[in-house]
């Protein structure tokens, strides 16, 4: 079992940028994969961007070229850099694990993200 904790949420004005961090109760570097979705009001969950164990990246096309996925394995951290921020970017964002090949596990309680001036 995984605990996994976000933080860095908040209010940000458009244009502006925020840096999310996952907090992990105990070792990633055995999932197979970490990722960030998020929820905005009256939408369904997506997937924003995700990390393999071993280092492969990829993101959902809205965020391409503004938002930035890392993880570092020795802190158990998993990190969401977000920048150029849009309203559209309004959302719930969750950290997640993946143990397998498919379906992510583990979630987090979610921290929100308002871009609003």
């Known amino acids: 079992q995984v605990q996994l904790v976000e933080s860095g949420g908040g209010l940000v004005q458009p244009g502006g940028s925020l840096r999310l961090s996952c907090a992990a109760s105990r070792t990633i570097f055995s999932l197979t994969a970490m990722g960030w979705y998020r929820q905005a009001l009256g939408k369904q969950r997506e997937l924003v961007a995700a990390?393999?164990?071993?280092?492969?990246?990829n993101y959902a096309d809205s965020v391409k070229g503004r938002f930035t996925i890392s993880r570092d394995n020795a802190k158990n951290t998993v990190f969401l850099q977000m920048n150029s921020l849009k309203p559209e970017d309004t959302a719930v964002y969750y950290c997640a694990g993946r143990s397998g090949l498919f379906d992510y596990d583990y979630w987090g309680q979610g921290t929100q993200v308002t871009v609003s001036s």
């Open positions: 990390i393999t164990s071993g280092g492969s990246t």
